[in-house]
């Protein structure tokens, strides 16, 4: 993209913090949620061809469960809350007191308690990045689905499907305790977010 | 398909195989797969495709698998220099589905169907007769395509495995 052409690292730097301050806020959100301690890895930031997205979950045929809300408002894109079949398991049993059932299939009640964790993530993590950037920011009513992983995401590679085979992909993992299952959020601001976001945040664009 | 060769098409990609080969591509969500088949020369093609159409593109030089107005005459192109005889072709379509449904549904979510119809209307197009598909619904799908016996095999999480 020709807005990251000068300047490159830089402004990885500043993405990089977004998806700290918006990870943080919402791994706060889920430790409250939980009454757990839930830990953060440095986000990641950067361009992921299409193809390889999907490997930072397990490659593109692993089931996962996502939570997925578009964000509308001054800086669109796609936002997912990503995790394995065992840390959705674990997390319903946690937070709603659920005892999934040993089948792969989920309950509405189900489904509906972890569509609602992902509305309050992402809640979270939105709002603290309008608050930084004072830009207006709100998310759509969250879906959830359970399926192959490069399925779910190729959804939220359409805006960037236009402008090449890679897309600029804000990748925080989230930690509980000890425990290897984790979850990953994943912001997928639309190409034209990124002049909006920095702009808002004054990173020269010249 | 144990010990046969298997040909990977990723994203936005396009590839042939002959003689027991086995082309396969995974996780189609909203984006569609297109095999095209020659019975007799053992000779296939599959492409992945992922947007409906080239109008919508904004980068310099396009990725011809990637829209489905460029992908479909690429692999007919591919799969006749391959030696396919262009009248015993014959093409299966499998993906198109809507991963993800709530109210107030954008354009964008309709895109696994608009995929679905693009791909359908380059084939009337190009006299290419569509013999099986599986598209629609909200489930992912793996796609392998033997290129001897010219069976498309669709795995999805929810409904298993099947043969068209």
């Known amino acids: 993209m020709e807005l990251f052409e000068r300047d490159l690292e830089f402004k990885m730097d500043v993405l990089r913090e977004v998806g700290n301050i918006g990870a943080g806020h919402a791994a706060t959100a889920l430790s409250r949620l939980l009454d757990k301690p839930i830990d953060m890895a440095v986000p990641t930031v950067s361009f992921v061809p299409f193809e390889l997205i999907a490997d930072r979950v397990g490659g593109s045929e692993e089931v996962v469960v996502a939570v997925f809300l578009r964000v509308d408002g001054d800086a669109p894109g796609n936002m997912f809350f990503l995790m394995s079949r065992d840390q959705a398991r674990r997390l319903l049993e946690g937070l709603a007191g659920i005892e999934p059932a040993e089948s792969d299939a989920y309950s509405e009640l189900e489904l509906s308690a972890l569509c609602e964790i992902g509305n309050i993530l992402a809640g979270s993590y939105l709002s603290s990045l309008a608050d930084l950037t004072r830009l207006s920011l709100t998310p759509s009513v969250p879906s959830v689905a359970v399926d192959m992983a490069g399925a779910i995401l190729s959804h939220g590679l359409l805006q960037f499907g236009t402008m090449g085979d890679d897309a600029l992909l804000i990748d925080t993992t989230f930690l509980q305790g000890r425990q290897e299952a984790k979850g990953h959020f994943f912001f997928i601001p639309d190409p034209e977010s990124f002049e909006k976001l920095f702009v808002s945040l004054g990173v020269p664009l010249e | ?164």
């Open chain 2, 1 to 164: 398909m144990t010990d046969a060769t298997i040909v990977k098409v990723g994203m936005a990609d396009l590839n042939v195989a002959t003689g027991g080969a086995v082309l396969r591509t995974t996780g189609l969500g909203s984006c569609v797969g297109l095999t095209l088949h020659d019975p007799l020369r053992q000779a296939a093609g599959m492409v992945h495709i992922m947007l409906p159409s080239s109008d919508i593109a904004l980068e310099g030089a396009i990725n011809p698998a990637k829209y489905a107005d460029t992908a479909v005459p690429e692999l007919l192109e591919r799969v006749l220099r391959l030696g396919a005889d262009r009248r015993r072709l014959v093409a299966k379509l499998a993906g198109g589905a809507q991963m993800f449904t709530f109210a107030g549904a954008s354009d964008s979510l309709r895109i696994g169907p608009r995929n679905a119809e693009s791909v359908k209307r380059e084939l009337q197009r190009l006299n290419i007769p569509l013999i099986a598909e599986d598209t629609g619904g909200h489930h992912g799908r793996t796609i392998e395509l033997d290129s001897a016996s010219g069976v498309l095999t669709i795995r999805s999480v929810q409904y298993g495995v099947k043969e068209i």
